[in-house]
């Protein structure tokens, strides 16, 4: 295994993400495979371990608790996060925060982050009325925290502006990145911006949750040219390697041979070099199939109802490659005249675009796409209401 230096920690480079733990038939959490990848990932070097309030309905903490009670609590790094992303009635950071402490079986966490700090949950985080972040400085005040940061999935600019908000408060930031989102969630900028602000970055989604394991059978072929014994998501892992300032890769590893497949890959390290990492950014435009925005931003100054329509394409480009609710988050945050679908099909935007783009078809189609899909505004009322059943068990 290989490490980062965290102030005076060595964190396991590869980190076990409990998002996706291995389920039964009925999709309930397999806690013997749990327990047997944890032991397996401790005996070779994995110290660094991921969890959330919402992960499997609330169980992930529990059995992820069990699992690392049953070694000492110096041996392992555990991060949890704090739910403000998702909507609720209230906000009760001391309410949460005690349940997760119980459910994971200890007396502290190493890392704690605020989950998903966005567009649509910054107002959530800042209100004094809930008070989320004096509560967890206070926290880590008490050594209940030993580090404070933070997710994110939002926009590079709402990124810089929170930081900048609240300077030298959080030592690290959680973002999705791989070679596709590299781009397309513009990945490289946030990687850039949060370098400058030497805050240390923990990866998620390094594989965008198994896409990048399987590719086209053309695709693979140009990988295997180039290294015939590495498998095709330790690829997307070593982008990650090749990276500056990435201090952990979560992955949400779900049987014991992805684990496996993942700590030959970390025991190899074998980061890109510039000609493997120019193919998979290659093969990364293959898999957008995007169209071509260069954000030039021509078409928002002439359109009539403020429209974002750079950002509606980038996130429709995202859809079309995989429709994951993550991609529609920041659209909760905006009223409905700034939303696709009051597009009034005037053209101008059209008119006035260099790359001759049919932007309100584009929004059209983004808006059949998104009422077909269910908002995070609903998966955060459902996870509201599971998570309301389990604490009345």
């Given at each position: 295994m290989i490490y980062s230096d965290f102030k005076d920690l060595k964190l396991s480079k590869l980190g076990l993400g409990c998002m996706r733990l291995p389920v039964k038939e009925d999709k309930t959490i397999d806690e013997k495979q749990v327990f047997d990848m944890v032991d397996y990932a401790l005996k070779h070097g994995i110290n660094y371990f991921d969890t959330a309030w919402p992960y499997h309905d609330g169980l992930s903490e529990i059995v992820i608790?069990?699992?690392?009670?049953?070694?000492?609590?110096?041996?392992?790094?555990?991060?949890?996060?704090?739910?403000?992303?998702?909507?609720?009635?209230?906000?009760?950071?001391?309410?949460?925060?005690?349940?997760?402490?119980?459910?994971?079986?200890?007396?502290?966490?190493?890392?704690?982050?605020?989950?998903?700090?966005?567009?649509?949950?910054?107002?959530?985080?800042?209100?004094?009325?809930?008070?989320?972040?004096?509560?967890?400085?206070?926290?880590?005040?008490?050594?209940?925290?030993?580090?404070?940061?933070?997710?994110?999935?939002?926009?590079?600019?709402?990124?810089?502006?929170?930081?900048?908000?609240?300077?030298?408060?959080?030592?690290?930031?959680?973002?999705?990145?791989?070679?596709?989102?590299?781009?397309?969630?513009?990945?490289?900028?946030?990687?850039?911006?949060?370098?400058?602000?030497?805050?240390?970055?923990?990866?998620?989604?390094?594989?965008?949750?198994?896409?990048?394991?399987?590719?086209?059978?053309?695709?693979?072929?140009?990988?295997?040219?180039?290294?015939?014994?590495?498998?095709?998501?330790?690829?997307?892992?070593?982008?990650?390697?090749?990276?500056?300032?990435?201090?952990?890769?979560?992955?949400?590893?779900?049987?014991?041979d992805q684990l496996k497949d993942n700590v030959e890959t970390f025991e190899r390290n074998k980061p890109l070099n510039s000609e493997e990492k120019q193919v998979v950014l290659e093969i990364a435009e293959t898999l957008k199939k995007a169209v071509p925005c260069t954000k030039c931003r021509y078409c928002t100054a002439g359109c009539p109802m403020q429209i974002d329509i750079p950002e509606m394409i980038a996130t429709y480009n995202e859809l079309k490659m995989d429709k994951r609710v993550n991609a529609i988050m920041w659209l909760d945050a905006l009223e409905a005249d700034r939303l696709p679908g009051a597009c009034l099909k005037c053209g101008a935007c059209e008119k006035i675009c260099p790359q001759r783009i049919a932007i309100p078809e584009i929004l059209s189609e983004l808006t059949e796409i998104i009422e077909g899909m269910p908002s995070w505004k609903q998966i955060s009322k459902e996870r509201e209401e599971a998570a309301n059943k389990l604490k009345q068990k």
């Amino acid at each position: 295994m290989i490490y980062s230096d965290f102030k005076d920690l060595k964190l396991s480079k590869l980190g076990l993400g409990c998002m996706r733990l291995p389920v039964k038939e009925d999709k309930t959490i397999d806690e013997k495979q749990v327990f047997d990848m944890v032991d397996y990932a401790l005996k070779h070097g994995i110290n660094y371990f991921d969890t959330a309030w919402p992960y499997h309905d609330g169980l992930s903490e529990i059995v992820i608790g069990k699992a690392l009670k049953r070694y000492p609590r110096d041996s392992y790094y555990l991060a949890d996060k704090y739910p403000g992303h998702q909507i609720a009635s209230k906000y009760d950071p001391k309410d949460i925060f005690e349940q997760q402490l119980q459910k994971c079986q200890t007396d502290y966490f190493d890392f704690y982050l605020l989950h998903n700090v966005y567009e649509n949950s910054f107002d959530v985080y800042e209100d004094p009325k809930w008070g989320i972040i004096d509560y967890f400085v206070e926290q880590k005040k008490l050594g209940r925290i030993k580090h404070l940061g933070f997710s994110s999935h939002a926009q590079v600019n709402n990124l810089k502006d929170f930081l900048d908000r609240h300077p030298g408060l959080f030592e690290f930031v959680q973002i999705q990145l791989n070679y596709v989102d590299y781009s397309l969630q513009e990945a490289k900028k946030k990687v850039e911006l949060l370098n400058s602000y030497h805050l240390p970055i923990i990866v998620m989604e390094p594989i965008r949750g198994g896409k990048l394991a399987s590719l086209s059978a053309e695709d693979e072929q140009r990988l295997k040219a180039l290294r015939p014994d590495s498998s095709i998501a330790s690829w997307a892992l070593n982008f990650n390697l090749s990276l500056d300032g990435i201090a952990v890769i979560l992955s949400g590893m779900s049987n014991m041979d992805q684990l496996k497949d993942n700590v030959e890959t970390f025991e190899r390290n074998k980061p890109l070099n510039s000609e493997e990492k120019q193919v998979v950014l290659e093969i990364a435009e293959t898999l957008k199939k995007a169209v071509p925005c260069t954000k030039c931003r021509y078409c928002t100054a002439g359109c009539p109802m403020q429209i974002d329509i750079p950002e509606m394409i980038a996130t429709y480009n995202e859809l079309k490659m995989d429709k994951r609710v993550n991609a529609i988050m920041w659209l909760d945050a905006l009223e409905a005249d700034r939303l696709p679908g009051a597009c009034l099909k005037c053209g101008a935007c059209e008119k006035i675009c260099p790359q001759r783009i049919a932007i309100p078809e584009i929004l059209s189609e983004l808006t059949e796409i998104i009422e077909g899909m269910p908002s995070w505004k609903q998966i955060s009322k459902e996870r509201e209401e599971a998570a309301n059943k389990l604490k009345q068990k």
